[in-house]
């Protein structure tokens, strides 16, 4: 603190002017020990919230009271990303707009894009931690586009739809989803069958947070319901050759049969060939857009009448557009999809 022996009584008697000079250098001496004061009683804390932001994972609860602004330096933040056997550099914020670009459609709301990149993060840190290195291979693990890849892919719009990727990117690249303040799983697909399906019904464990949602709003889409023809001597082989005990019916029209659906209408077990099969088996052997299907034989041919596009787990693009367009924040949409779940800031 200051000298108590400081007084402006002590210049009462001096010319104005030299009085108001005198008090000015005494205020600003004044303030500057207490400004000094104050710096040193933060130094503890500054170096506290240092600290915390090395971190690589440090989950903060979205009901505390902090900044969402993001930091430049998480956006420019390195992960690596394995492109056929190429492990490549590159920043956080290019994954996330390249993985926006590969698995969704720039032309849906901005708020279903936003809760696709937190998804799409989310899972890329829930199977590979926070840096990688990230599969590019959609056929095991999530999609992504390089700059190039997107420049050939949109054309004319790529500006255009380049900002609108990284827009959304930036403003949501802070932000994942947890349970029990772990990172999810968050599976995602194309479009559900009216209702999400259960992760036990697919992938034979139950998971929490990926159970049964509705997505009635999905019914008018175009493409919702779709018939697929399957010639039946074709379809034989590929069976045959994943399960071995397939046979050929003499009468062909007994060569398919549904026996129990699930509580969203996917298959939940189907005779086809003799063999008791699960719907995403079938879907799978069969590349069906959905093992949400019925079946009939006309001719040579399997006739599926399927509805959605995907596995049916966890969030439902076509669905999350939905949502959006009638006023759901990203949040809000994730919060449907992943029942329990919490969006939480890193």
């Given at each position: 603190m200051y000298n108590k022996q400081y007084s402006y009584q002590k210049y009462i008697c001096l010319p104005k002017v030299e009085f108001i000079r005198k008090a000015l250098n005494l205020y600003m001496k004044i303030n500057k020990i207490l400004i000094i004061s104050i710096f040193l009683a933060l130094i503890p804390t500054l170096?506290?919230?240092?600290?915390?932001?090395?971190?690589?994972?440090?989950?903060?609860?979205?009901?505390?009271?902090?900044?969402?602004?993001?930091?430049?330096?998480m956006l420019k933040m390195p992960v690596k990303i394995k492109i056929n056997d190429e492990i490549i550099d590159e920043t956080l914020e290019e994954y996330l707009i390249g993985v926006a670009a590969a698995e969704i459609s720039p032309t849906y709301h901005p708020e279903a894009i936003k809760a696709q990149i937190i998804a799409a993060h989310t899972y890329a840190i829930n199977r590979y931690g926070p840096s990688g290195p990230y599969p590019a291979d959609p056929s095991i693990f999530q999609a992504y586009l390089t700059k190039q890849q997107r420049r050939q892919k949109y054309q004319d719009n790529f500006e255009k739809y380049e900002n609108i990727l990284k827009n959304a990117a930036r403003s949501v690249a802070n932000k994942i989803i947890t349970y029990e303040n772990l990172p999810i799983k968050a599976a995602f697909h194309s479009m559900s069958a009216g209702k999400t399906e259960s992760s036990a019904n697919v992938?034979?464990?139950?998971v929490p947070y990926l159970v049964e949602a509705d997505s009635q709003f999905e019914s008018s889409l175009k493409n919702f319901q779709t018939k697929i023809s399957k010639n039946i001597d074709e379809s034989f082989k590929k069976i045959k050759q994943k399960h071995p005990n397939a046979t050929m019916p003499k009468n062909r029209q007994n060569s398919i049969k549904i026996i129990s659906k699930t509580p969203a209408q996917y298959v939940k077990s189907a005779q086809i060939f003799g063999v008791e099969l699960s719907g995403a088996q079938i879907r799978s052997a069969l590349n069906l857009p959905s093992a949400s299907f019925d079946a009939s034989v006309e001719n040579n041919n399997f006739i599926f009448t399927c509805k959605g596009n995907g596995h049916g787990v966890g969030m439902s693009q076509c669905g999350a557009n939905q949502l959006a367009s009638g006023g759901k924040t990203c949040e809000e949409i994730l919060k449907h999809y992943y029942k329990g779940v919490s969006i939480d800031l890193m």
């Open positions: 170096g506290l919230a240092s600290k915390n932001k090395n971190q690589e994972l440090n989950f903060l609860p979205n009901e505390t009271k902090i900044s969402a602004e993001i930091d430049e330096n992938w034979g464990s139950e």
